[in-house]
Every structure is written in C-alpha cells, then in structure tokens.
C-alpha cells in the first residue's frame, strides 16, 4: 500500500504550483496533490469538496478544516512510515495549511508556492511545524 501511495505522488512530481489545482502535469497545490492521489490510489472521485481556502500560510481560523478531514478520511497514526500524509501549522495558533506524502530515505512529496510538485528532504524545519501523521485507509 504505502508503495503505491509514494508512487502515485512521485508520478505528480513536475507539475507546476497552481492554488486550488489537482490536475497531474498541468497545476495543483500541495492539497491538490493530495486530492490526485486520492482519486489514483481509490480509483474513485473524492469522498466530499473542500471549501476555498486562500494560498496564505498565515490564515488566522478557528476551524481547521484540513486537519478536520484528514480526521475523517485518513486513520491518524503515531509513528508516519513512507506512504503516509502529514500535516504541518505553520505557525502556532494559525489553522493547518500544508501536507504532503512522506517517501522513502527521509524525504516528502509536496508542492508549494513558487516551486512544482517536487521530492525534497524532510527537515528539521518542516519536522518543526509537523502537527498531523495520517495513513490511507
């Protein structure tokens, strides 16, 4: 399972940053990764639409609607393992705003802002704003 899952997300890497996208090749967001993979991996549309949201790391929410999903679809685990979904807060206090797949060695599937999909290294720094470790059902 967790093969699959690093390979469909590695199949999106090169596809430009574009917010609010999920088109392999063509734009998407680091949810909208997120959603493409989804759809692969079930081989079904996804189970509900997420609300718009702004491309704003900073968004100051009293919901927190990603984390609220990934809590209904996605099973919550201790320990992430290559395959899973994490979710990171940027800053304390501010809602959940990016994901990405955990790969192998260390690494993370993900895109953001001024950079495509893309496998990078998950650092210290991100390791800092982790708040959420999900695995596909």
Avoid: N
């Avoid at 967001?29 to 692969?40: F, H, K, M, Q």
């Avoid at 800053?91 to 690494?107: D, E, F, T, W």
């Amino acid at each position: 399972m967790a093969l699959e899952v690093i390979e469909i997300a590695r199949d999106w890497i090169g596809t430009p940053y574009k917010h609010q996208m999920s088109v392999k090749g063509l734009g998407c967001d680091c949810l909208g990764l997120l959603r493409g993979v989804w759809r692969t991996y079930y081989q079904s549309e996804e189970p509900e639409q997420f609300p718009a949201y702004s491309p704003s790391w900073g968004d100051h929410r009293q919901d927190d609607p990603l984390m609220l999903v990934a809590k209904k679809y996605f099973d919550s685990v201790r320990c992430a393992e290559a395959g899973d979904v994490l979710l990171f807060r940027m800053r304390p206090g501010m809602a959940v705003k990016h994901c990405s797949i955990l790969s192998a060695q260390g690494s993370m599937i993900h895109a953001y802002s001024g950079h495509q999909v893309r496998e990078e290294d998950f650092s210290d720094w991100w390791k800092s704003k982790l708040v959420g470790k999900f695995r596909f059902r």
